[in-house]
């Protein structure tokens, strides 16, 4: 039978387990059991909630689930405990604090749990069981206790580790270093704003494992919101750059191309002004806590503190420098006190003057023997009174020199105040000799007389005026004349002397001045004056400045002035001149509108231009070139031509021409008067083009009907043009024969081209395959007779390539079309650019016109001319090439020049070397085919190059021409019509 306890033992039992539960639940306590075997954990209901586990009912749990419930940065070290506690060694003893999840509720707890493991005889663990406690209070309150203890010690290191430094950088780098070490950041940095609030400046920066940020960055490649947050004075928190919504893309790359994952910035902000961010870098996103948060903004200011602190010493220590320097060069007594009146420095001038050298030591001898027995308890009384009432003084008194003669001195002495406090520093004054003024009244009046004759002789209109009522003392004659009055008012108040001033403002600055010492300056201020017995408004820049007595006592008033109508006025009618021609544009009939800058931004534009331009009437303010993109697309000449104008300063006209606009999707042809006008600013520079814009679509349009009806009439005539066309029938032969000239001389072209170079790169080849082969040779002449075969092949193969070009020149049909010749300049010298370099030319060229041509043959032209001043510059010489441009009537050019094609205008393009030169008596032989006038020896080429040049400036209707002297250069001179 099974046995039965006593009833009374039971209950004895039952009461030990009922303690046993009532002091768990007293302490807080849950009870845990993990076994090895099956890893499954039996805890009871607390020790769940430990866990956050409030929806699995059963006592048992698998390891791993509740494992899963432990935070990730603790969870290693929990298993390593775990581990060790199960090990015989470790006697079995399991102690760990951590931190548990919340599966259910979310909630963050610290837990400790302690147990025991138990094992058999041979070491297996049978049993590993123990209680839990929540102590996340005790956990957060010691951290909390550590973190201020932590957070002092950081702040008194950090004190006294600013405190002896003396470069601002220096504060910067140890701050951010400790900062850094602290926080277990990657970088910390101290960033300076910069004055155009874009750019920021990181002079140096602690780093850890990541790169050094030194250098200046740009707020808006950080995201928008950033400096507009700084600027507001809000530290800036990004735990987690790549999962910001608020950033962009670009601006995530940004941040990661800095190896950024989270940021603090924290901002300084001065004066109303951002001056400085302290910044805490971490490569991976990281949670900033409060704490952490206001110890960055702790350590801000006291960074900031402590620069403050440096600037200032230096401030003051230049200070004191510049005052010390200034005091020994001054011919007066300078002198300090401390506070309790003993001297501290004297100037160079008054330990000459005394005779003996100033060290503390011998202030007091310098006392006694320098001043007068008779005047030294005046001075002591009156500057112990200044000292108590912390006022300024004056005293005259007798100084003796090292001679042993006295003479006057006034001593001024003012206390000097600390900026901060308020409170008396030291006094510092100055003995200004005044023995003179003793000795003799009669020089004080000439001093005066020479005080009054500087102001009489002085450019500017100057005055005093004295006491309240500003009662004329002295006044220089340029003064009477801006009053529009005599010396006889002198001595009058001055609203008495000008009654036109009142109301005017002027007593009321006056008295201002006159009441608070403080000076005022008034800029184009207007004043009505009366001048001859007529009211006349003037304009004046003018000073007030207080007038002092040796008190400080403000006694008057000095007016300086200096007159400024015509200045005024001047801008004021540029004001009236920019509003007349904002009406004018405005009310316009024709279509008007400028074009600013050099980027042709439309401004004021009129409703008969934004007609015309078809885009509605939101064009101003946007660029010509994207409201009306088929300028481009159509190749149309006109922003090519606004741009000639702005670059220019000329005024460009022009009569019917086609534009080309899309109005509503649709392309449509237009004729119009144009009429592009520079603008010009008060420099001389051009800053705008006024358009002009005259619709004439429908007088072109009836000029070609008036074209085509002529047609028709020539048409009906053509009976009449069959007679004369018979008797014209040789010439057509003649002209049919040119035809086959041309043709045959294409042909030749083709030949030139392709049979001809056949045979000659087979001879380069061979010669080439030839010296290769017979390399090893000692026969020199073998290889000179080889050299010369490639040589001469080589000059044969340009010779039919220049040929080539000269044919095709003479005989190819030209495509002419508007060409800016400094986009042919710049291309040819983009072709020469590998020369043009090697040589080190120097090449300046002028503003050049656009012109009527083929672009092609231009280019051609260009090319040659510019290589030649190339080639015939010695070699030891770095070729200087100037391009020079005018326009000429046909009147002003030579007889000699004779352009192929009549106009009213010759483009003038002249290029200019500083090369061999050439005599002028061959002038007609350099264009000619073939000729040259040195050997190829020396300057290599066919000879081909000037005639090339002047066959392309045949077919454009100019001429070409030179002039030279041996030794001196040459300047080829192309003439186009214009």
Same mark, same amino acid.
């Given at each position: 039978m099974p046995h039965h306890e006593p009833a009374n033992q039971s209950k004895n039992a039952l009461n030990q387990q009922l303690d046993v539960d009532f002091a768990l639940e007293a302490a807080g306590l849950g009870i845990w059991e993990l076994d090895p075997d099956t890893q499954l954990v039996n805890w009871d209901q607390r020790c769940r909630q430990f866990f956050g586990i409030t929806s699995d009912s059963n006592a048992e749990l698998a390891y791993k689930k509740a494992a899963a419930c432990i935070h990730p940065d603790d969870l290693t070290r929990v298993e390593?405990?775990?581990?060790?506690?199960?090990d015989v060694r470790s006697g079995g003893q399991y102690d760990v604090t951590y931190r548990t999840l919340g599966a259910d509720d979310g909630r963050l707890r610290w837990v400790r749990f302690v147990g025991k493991s138990y094992f058999h005889?041979?070491?297996?663990?049978?049993?590993?069981?123990?209680?839990?406690?929540?102590?996340?209070?005790?956990?957060?309150a010691q951290q909390a206790v550590e973190e201020t203890k932590a957070r002092q010690i950081y702040l008194l290191t950090l004190s006294n580790r600013l405190r002896n430094l003396t470069d601002s950088y220096q504060i910067q780098y140890e701050a951010a270093c400790l900062l850094g070490e602290l926080l277990e950041a990657n970088r910390v940095g101290y960033a300076e704003a910069l004055a155009d609030d874009k750019l920021v400046a990181v002079r140096r920066n602690y780093t850890r494992g990541v790169s050094n940020l030194e250098g200046i960055y740009r707020y808006n490649d950080y995201g928008p919101a950033l400096l507009a947050s700084l600027q507001a004075g809000q530290t800036l928190v990004r735990p987690d750059i790549a999962g910001d919504p608020t950033l962009t893309d670009s601006e995530k790359e940004a941040h990661a191309g800095l190896q950024l994952g989270a940021t603090l910035n924290v901002p300084l902000i001065k004066n109303g002004q951002l001056t400085a961010i302290l910044f805490v870098h971490y490569e991976r996103p990281h949670p900033f806590s409060e704490s952490q948060i206001a110890l960055v903004q702790e350590t801000a200011e006291l960074i900031w503190l402590a620069i403050e602190r440096v600037q200032a010493e230096e401030a003051l220590?230049?200070?004191?420098?510049q005052f010390r320097l200034l005091a020994d060069t001054l011919p007066q007594a300078i002198w300090i006190n401390d506070t309790n009146g003993n001297v501290v420095f004297l100037n160079k001038w008054w330990t000459d003057y005394c005779g003996i050298p100033f060290e503390l030591t011998t202030t007091s001898q310098i006392a006694l023997d320098s001043i007068h027995p008779e005047d030294s308890p005046k001075l002591m009384a009156t500057f112990a009174q200044a000292m108590q009432q912390g006022r300024g003084f004056a005293v005259e008194q007798r100084n003796r020199s090292a001679s042993g003669e006295y003479r006057w001195f006034l001593n001024i002495g003012e206390p000097f105040r600390d900026p901060k406090t308020g409170h008396i520093s030291k006094w510092v004054g100055v003995g200004v000799d005044i023995n003179d003024r003793k000795q003799a009244e009669q020089a004080l009046l000439q001093s005066e007389a020479r005080f009054r004759s500087i102001i009489e002789q002085a450019p500017l209109a100057i005055g005093l005026l004295k006491g309240q009522d500003m009662r004329i003392e002295l006044a220089n004659e340029q003064l009477f004349r801006v009053w529009g009055k005599d010396s006889s008012i002198t001595g009058l108040p001055l609203t008495e002397a000008l009654p036109e001033l009142r109301g005017q403002g002027f007593m009321d600055i006056?008295?201002?001045v006159y009441n608070t010492g403080i000076p005022y300056m008034g800029h184009g201020a207007a004043a009505t004056l009366m001048h001859q017995g007529k009211q006349e408004t003037f304009y004046f820049d003018y000073t007030y400045a207080p007038l002092r007595t040796a008190d400080g006592t403000v006694s008057g008033v000095m007016v300086i002035a200096n007159e400024v109508t015509q200045q005024v006025l001047a801008r004021q009618a540029i004001e009236a001149s920019e509003a007349k021609l904002r009406s004018v544009i405005l009310s316009a009939p024709a279509a008007m509108g400028l074009f600013v800058g050099p980027d042709?931004?439309?401004?004021?534009?009129n409703q008969?231009?934004?007609? %015309?331009? /078809?885009?509605?009437?939101? %064009?101003? /303010?946007?660029?010509l070139r994207e409201v009306m993109p088929e300028l481009l697309t159509e190749n149309q000449p006109f922003l090519a031509i606004l741009d000639q104008v702005y670059r220019t300063g000329k005024t460009y006209q022009t009569t019917g021409a086609l534009v080309k606009i899309v109005r509503q999707g649709v392309l449509t042809d237009n004729y119009y008067n144009i009429t592009y006008s520079p603008l010009f600013d008060q420099s001389g520079q051009v800053y705008a083009v006024l358009d002009i814009a005259i619709d004439v679509t429908s007088q072109v349009q009836a000029q070609q009907a008036l074209a085509d009806s002529e047609q028709r009439y020539r048409q009906l005539a053509s009976d009449l043009e069959n007679r004369v066309a018979e008797r014209t029938h040789e010439l057509q032969q003649v002209n049919q024969d040119l035809v086959r000239s041309n043709?045959?001389?294409?042909?030749f072209a083709y030949v030139a081209s392709h049979d001809l170079q056949e045979p000659l790169r087979k001879i380069q080849s061979f010669s080439t395959l030839l010296k290769e082969q017979l390399d090893d040779t000692q026969d020199t002449s073998v290889h000179d007779l080889l050299q010369r075969i490639g040589a001469a092949g080589a000059r044969m193969s340009m010779l039919i390539r220049d040929l080539l070009t000269y044919s095709r020149i003479a005989t190819r049909q030209q495509v002419f079309g508007l060409i800016p010749l400094g986009v042919v300049i710049d291309n040819a010298l983009d072709t020469l650019s590998l020369v043009i370099h090697e040589r080190g030319a120097q090449i300046q060229a002028d503003d050049l016109p656009l012109v009527n041509g083929d672009e092609s043959q231009l280019s051609q032209l260009f090319q040659n001319l510019l290589s030649n001043a190339i080639k015939f510059t010695p070699t030891n010489q770095a070729p200087r090439i100037q391009i020079r441009y005018a326009r000429l009537s046909a009147d002003a050019l030579s007889k000699t020049i004779r352009p192929t094609k009549a106009a009213?205008?010759?483009?003038?393009?002249?290029?200019?070397?500083?090369?061999?030169?050439?005599?002028?008596?061959?002038?007609?032989?350099i264009f000619q085919v073939f000729q040259r006038l040195h050997g190829k020896s020396q300057f290599p080429g066919t000879g081909v190059g000037l005639a090339i040049c002047e066959r392309v400036i045949q077919n454009h209707g100019g001429s070409i021409t030179a002039s030279s002297e041996p030794g001196n250069g040459a300047t080829f001179y192309v003439y186009l019509p214009a």
């Open positions: 390593q405990a775990i581990a060790w506690s199960m005889p041979d070491g297996r663990v049978y049993r590993f069981a123990g209680v839990a406690q929540e102590v996340t209070q005790q956990v957060l220590r230049e200070s004191e420098n006056l008295l201002s042709l931004v439309i401004e004021l534009p008969a231009f934004i007609d %015309i331009v /078809g885009k509605g009437p939101a %064009i101003a /303010g946007r660029p043709d045959n001389l294409q042909q009213s205008h010759y483009h003038q393009i002249s290029v200019s070397d500083q090369g061999i030169g050439f005599d002028i008596k061959h002038l007609d032989r």
